[in-house]
Nanobody, 125 residues
Framework: QVQLVESGGGLVQAGGSLRLSCAAS????????MGWFRQAPGKEREFVGA????????SYSDSVQGRFTISRDNAMNTLYLQMNSLKSEDTAVYYC??????????????????WGQGTQVTVSS
């Protein structure tokens, strides 16, 4: 049973940066597609970005393109989301998710079968 644990959230001023981490409990998860999603109060959970663990170029939503970067440390079995130039609109609970196949639908939250508990990011202005 693969489990995901997010960390690194907190309170930051607009224009600042945060790095979120997603640690997988099993190294076999390195073969999965991994994605970041976020959910703000009163809104549906939305796609942030995704990456194939063992290769391929990350994919990002238009709202974070150029500001956020997904990366990985395979030795530590950990996924990262580097968040720069943060805006108040980025305030949300951020979730890490995984699935075995389906890169063409990586943006679709309904296709993921493993989720972390989420970490709160609050951007103050």
């Amino acid at each position: 049973q693969v489990q995901l644990v997010e960390s690194g959230g907190g309170l930051v001023q607009a224009g600042g940066s945060l790095r979120l981490s997603c640690a997988a409990s099993e190294r076999t998860f390195s073969t999965h597609i991994m994605g970041w999603f976020r959910q703000a109060p009163g809104k549906e959970r939305e796609f942030v970005g995704a990456i194939a663990w063992l290769g391929g170029s990350p994919s990002y939503s238009d709202s974070v393109q150029g500001r956020f970067t997904i990366s990985r440390d395979n030795a530590m079995n950990t996924l990262y989301l580097q968040m720069n130039s943060l805006k108040s609109e980025d305030t949300a609970v951020y979730y890490c998710a995984g699935k075995r196949t389906g890169w063409s639908s990586a943006y679709d939250r309904s296709t993921y079968d493993t989720w972390g508990q989420g970490t709160q990011v609050t951007v103050s202005s």
